[in-house]
């Protein structure tokens, strides 16, 4: 165990991207469901009701998602301010954070 603490310390990126290999998970597999059952019902550009969700913080596509990775991780992982009245399934907060590390 602590030779895995030092090694993953003394690595950091190959440990991340490890942890994405490991998951498996991808945009197709993961991100599409994941933004559409707890994000885009208010950021995307087609949701006819943004529910005040500021214009262009929108999570359609895998770009979209890479460009807000690190607001992403902040906001759902970190503060668990989004999804605004939160319900996120600690599976998919494990899956999320698995899935960011693959999209740095
Ligand atoms: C019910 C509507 C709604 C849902 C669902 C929602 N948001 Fe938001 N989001 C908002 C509103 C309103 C704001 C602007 C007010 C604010 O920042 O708190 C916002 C702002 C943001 C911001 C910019 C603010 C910042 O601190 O950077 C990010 C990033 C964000 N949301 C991410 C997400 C993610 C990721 C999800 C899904 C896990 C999500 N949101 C789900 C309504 C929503």
Redesign the pocket.
């Known amino acids: 165990m602590l030779l895995w603490l030092l090694i993953g310390s003394g690595c950091h990126e190959s440990a991340a991207t490890d942890a994405c290999v490991e998951s498996g998970l991808t945009w197709e597999s993961f991100g599409v469901g994941?933004?559409a059952t707890?994000?885009r019902?208010?950021?995307s550009a087609a949701t006819p009701d943004?529910?005040?969700?500021?214009a262009g913080?929108d999570?359609d596509t895998e770009a979209d998602v890479r460009g807000?990775a690190d607001?992403?991780r902040?906001?759902?992982l970190d503060?668990g301010?989004?999804?605004?009245?939160g319900g996120?399934q600690p599976l998919d907060l494990a899956r999320l954070d698995d899935w960011l590390a693959c999209t740095q």
């Open positions: 994941f933004t707890y994000c019902s208010c950021h943004r529910r005040g969700a500021p913080i999570f807000f607001s992403i902040r906001t759902v503060e301010s989004m999804p605004i009245g996120v």
